[in-house]
């Protein structure tokens, strides 16, 4: 069953009513009510609150990393475990090809339903899966593989076990050497990007955004939790603190938007996977007509352009 939220109510009976005029055999209906549709989607869509594109981030139909993987890769192999303590289900790594280009695909993955969500601990990854996911890229490296990395988590785990094994310094790592990484590398947030968890797996040449996903230091409950003292303000944190694919692009902290499909990725993966593949592999043979000093001088002066000092 398709989960609708509160904006999206009239969508939901005018879809009602386009697959009942399709079981008449009413043609005449079906092009009237999809007109309809179409003006409805760009009043609806075009108008959205940050609050309400935070929504779709987090939207349970909204496609996840390996759904995406599906779509767009073929005669893919999966890479299990980072050879220090064991496999961590909330990163995936994939070799394959993305049309004729052969890469290898990094991302983190929430799953769905009860056990598949405690399998992937809900999107949130432990040391050891930032550690599968720098092997992976070391592997793409070696063997000249561009590196696709799709960001989709509330936030590194903070449990206990995670802090034992070194969480920070894994995320830190990370940092470092996909910094350093002579292979091309695209990072695009597909859903929620949030605080350390989503950097660990963002450093790259080109970093995107899709068009409804969202990319924050903190989530807007915890911000308004620490403001406000009250989580139910998360709305208002939302709105302050400018964390929409839009507002970065603004800001110079990204560097492009995905144009999704304007419905959102939750109504149409199919359209949403296509956009990835395209801004991937143009993105990439942009990056391999350089050579590799021009690509990386370019890389640390994206890096080092966020903020200002003073002597």
């Not at 990056?287 to 590799?292: D, H, T």
Request: hydrophobic letters at 40%; aromatic letters at 8%; a negative charge.
């Amino acid at each position: 069953m398709a989960t609708y939220l509160d904006f999206e109510h009239k969508i939901k009976f005018l879809q009602e009513d386009i697959i009942s005029a399709r079981v008449r055999h009413d043609e005449g209906k079906v092009a009237e009510l999809t007109k309809e549709m179409d003006k409805t989607v760009e009043k609806i869509y075009k108008n959205l609150s940050d609050f309400q594109k935070l929504q779709l981030a987090r939207h349970l139909d909204r496609p996840y990393a390996l759904d995406y993987i599906n779509l767009i890769m073929r005669d893919k192999y999966e890479i299990h475990g980072d050879r220090h303590f064991r496999d961590d289900a909330a990163i995936i790594c994939y070799m394959g090809y993305i049309g004729d280009e052969k890469v290898m695909v990094i991302g983190e993955q929430k799953g769905r339903g009860t056990k598949n969500k405690l399998k992937r601990n809900f999107g949130m990854p432990h040391p050891e899966g930032y550690r599968k996911a720098l092997r992976a890229a070391k592997l793409a490296e070696k063997f000249g593989m561009p590196i696709l990395m799709l960001v989709d988590t509330p936030g590194a785990y903070p449990g206990l076990g995670a802090e034992e094994r070194n969480q920070s310094e894994a995320i830190a790592r990370n940092l470092l050497e996909l910094a350093d990484i002579k292979t091309p590398t695209i990072s695009i947030v597909i859903g929620e990007g949030g605080s350390g968890g989503a950097l660990a797996i963002g450093v790259a040449d080109k970093f995107a955004m899709m068009r409804y996903s969202v990319f924050s230091v903190i989530s807007p409950e915890g911000c308004s939790a620490i403001l406000w003292n009250d989580p139910k303000k998360a709305e208002a944190a939302t709105n302050a603190m400018k964390i929409t694919s839009s507002d970065l692009l603004e800001l110079g902290l990204i560097d492009d938007i995905i144009n999704e499909p304007l419905i959102g990725a939750h109504r149409d993966k199919e359209g949403a996977a296509d956009a990835i593949k395209e801004y991937f592999l143009d993105e990439v043979s942009k990056l391999k007509a350089m050579s590799e000093d021009e690509r990386m001088e370019a890389r640390y002066a994206k890096l080092v352009k966020p903020g200002a000092f003073a002597e």
